[in-house]
């Protein structure tokens, strides 16, 4: 995670919306083994609420869809930060707003789309699932989700995250991962995983094989989302 990253970007193709990287008071689950992402966080509510606005103030409305994560959860933000995201979705005619979440906050789902449907606004939770293999996301990955099929999910999220390029995984593997995430899920969005401060590191066999083989089936389908790197969405990469 940079220093002093990027935290609004507009992304232009499939799905065309604006995102924005807020500020949490930090994932309660805290145990996936890959990742550091949640390392941006802060308990000072009043640091977060500042940083907070003034990403939000950025929003213009441009595609009428707006994305929302924070290295975690979407209740790991402030009420403050909240009240401004259904305030900014009302004043620049945001229709359908997209956050994260974790399996453990599934629960607290439907409040939030409640929330937003009282303004005409359709919320799209999406998880990061990383593979529907469950020994290897539990044991390797530490997701939290035991006994979680993709009819659970599914339940509550409408999008997936999945997480390649770690030894053990081959084509055949990933192919299943995004095949199902299609079956089930409304869009997947694939991440390619990058060298960061955790024991888990990129495979660049794995990533070679991705790369030759699958990314050229799905580069172009509208409802995958392909993340070489991390960055790609224009959020996350320091600022200038």
């Known amino acids: ?9 507009i992304i232009t193709e499939k799905n065309p919306r604006e995102i924005l990287m807020l500020r949490g008071n930090g994932c309660k689950w805290r145990r996936c083994t890959f990742c550091d992402y949640h390392l941006d966080f802060s308990r000072d509510e009043e640091a977060n609420y ?9 929003v213009t409305g441009l595609y009428h869809k707006l994305e929302v994560i924070n290295s975690g959860s979407f209740c790991d933000l402030d009420h403050r930060t909240m009240n401004d995201i259904l305030n900014v979705c009302r004043n620049k005619q945001i229709d359908e707003i997209h956050f994260e979440t974790h399996w453990m ?3 607290e789902i439907a409040t939030l789309r409640e929330t937003f449907a009282r303004i005409g606004v359709s ?11 469950e020994n290897f996301r539990e044991t390797i990955y530490r997701k939290g ?15 997936v995250c999945l997480l390649f390029g770690v030894s053990g995984q081959t084509v055949e593997s990933m192919q299943y991962d995004i095949e199902t995430g299609l079956k089930y899920f409304e869009r997947v969005c694939v991440n390619i995983m990058v060298d960061n ?3 888990i590191k990129p495979d660049p066999e794995v990533i070679r094989a991705f790369t030759e083989e ?8 509208p409802r ?15 600022k200038q």
């Open 50 to 58: 500042k940083l907070n606005i003034e990403e939000i103030r950025k």
């Open 145 to 159: 989700m035991p006994g979680a099929s993709p009819e659970d999910i599914a339940a509550y999220c409408d999008e």
């Open 224 to 238: 995958v989302d392909i993340l070489l790197n991390n960055t790609d969405f224009g959020v996350g990469g320091e």
């Open 1 to 9: 995670m940079a220093e002093n990253p990027i935290r609004y970007s």
């Open 123 to 133: 919320v799209k939770l999406k998880i990061g699932v990383e593979t529907f293999d």
């Open 214 to 221: 699958l990314y050229p089936r799905y580069k172009d389908d």
């Open 197 to 199: 401060s955790t024991k």
């Open 105 to 107: 906050h599934r629960e």
